[in-house]
C-alpha cells in the first residue's frame, strides 16, 4: 500500500480480555515502530524492531505487553489482561534510511487504533 | 534520565505572523532532531530533520535551528496560516539508534 496500515481503527475490549494490533508497514521499509499515545499526551515508545535485529524492548511498560513482526514486515502487538490504563491510541511506524545516510530517517506513521478498556 | 521539553502546551498566534516553537532536551546527545506535525485523530507526519552538525534547516515557509550547546531546537514558521493550527513534536534520535524519542508537543493555533 501507499502508506503504513493499522488495524482495527478502533477496538474497545473488556477488562481482562487479550487485544492484538496489527501494523502493515510501507513495503521495503526495514524499521518498524510502536508507541502509544493518551489523551493529551506525547507518544510514547514501546519497541522497535530493525531488520533481522533483535528487537528493542525497553518502551514496554510491562509483560504483559509483546510484539512480534513476521517476514519482517508485517508487526502485531498484543496485549494480555487488559486494564483500564492500557487505554490509549496505539501508532506504529516505519522508516527507511534516508539515501545516503544510514542512520537518518523519517518515520512514517499510521492513523492509529484507538484501544478503550471498559 | 532523557527529558524532553517544548516550550509551552499551547501557542496561539495571529495569522500572517511567525510562530516559533522550542524544543529544549537534557541528558542526551542527539545526533538527529526531528520536526512533526499532528493533526487530531490523525498519525504525525514528518516536517523537517536537522542533523547535529548543522545549525538550521529550511523548507518552504518552515525553519529549524538545532543548538547542541544550548540542547535547543527552534522551529518558526513564517507567514503562519490557519491551516497551520496542529500539534508540532519534536523528536530525538541518536548517534546509532533508530529509535526516536519525541517531547510532549506543542498545540499551535493560527487566528484569523
Known amino acids: 500500500g501507499a502508506g503504513v496500515s493499522q488495524s482495527p481503527s478502533n477496538k474497545v475490549t473488556e477488562k481482562g480480555k487479550d487485544v492484538e494490533l496489527r501494523c502493515d508497514p510501507i513495503?521495503?521499509?526495514?524499521?518498524l515502530y510502536w508507541y502509544r499515545q493518551s489523551l493529551g499526551q506525547g507518544l510514547e515508545f514501546l519497541i522497535y524492531f530493525q531488520g533481522n535485529s533483535a528487537p528493542d524492548k525497553s518502551g514496554l511498560p510491562s509483560d504483559r505487553f509483546s510484539a512480534e513482526r513476521t517476514g519482517g514486515s508485517v508487526s502485531t502487538l498484543t496485549i494480555q489482561r487488559t486494564q483500564q490504563e492500557d487505554s490509549a491510541v496505539y501508532l506504529c511506524?516505519?522508516?527507511?534510511?534516508?539515501?545516503?545516510?544510514?542512520?537518518?530517517?523519517?518515520?512514517?506513521f499510521g492513523q492509529g487504533t484507538r484501544l478503550t478498556v471498559v | 534520565s532523557q527529558k524532553i521539553e517544548q516550550n509551552s502546551e499551547a501557542l496561539n498566534i495571529q495569522e500572517g505572523k511567525t510562530a516559533t516553537l522550542t524544543c529544549n532536551y537534557t541528558?542526551?546527545?542527539?545526533?538527529?532532531l526531528q520536526w512533526y506535525r499532528q493533526d487530531p485523530g490523525r498519525g504525525p507526519v514528518f516536517l523537517l530533520l536537522i542533523r547535529e552538525n548543522e545549525k538550521e534547516k529550511r523548507k518552504e515557509r518552515l525553519k529549524v535551528t538545532f543548538d547542541t550547546t544550548l540542547k535547543q531546537s527552534l522551529f518558526h514558521i513564517t507567514a503562519s496560516q490557519p491551516a497551520d493550527s496542529a500539534t508540532y513534536l519534536c523528536?530525538?534520535?541518536?548517534?546509532?539508534?533508530?529509535?526516536?524519542?519525541f517531547g510532549p508537543g506543542t498545540r499551535l493555533s493560527v487566528l484569523p
Open positions: 523528536a530525538l534520535a541518536g548517534s546509532y539508534g533508530q529509535n526516536f524519542v
Open positions: 541528558n542526551y546527545s542527539p545526533a538527529y
Open positions: 513495503s521495503g521499509h526495514t524499521a
Open positions: 511506524a516505519s522508516s527507511l534510511p534516508i539515501t545516503g545516510d544510514l542512520f537518518a530517517t523519517e518515520a512514517f
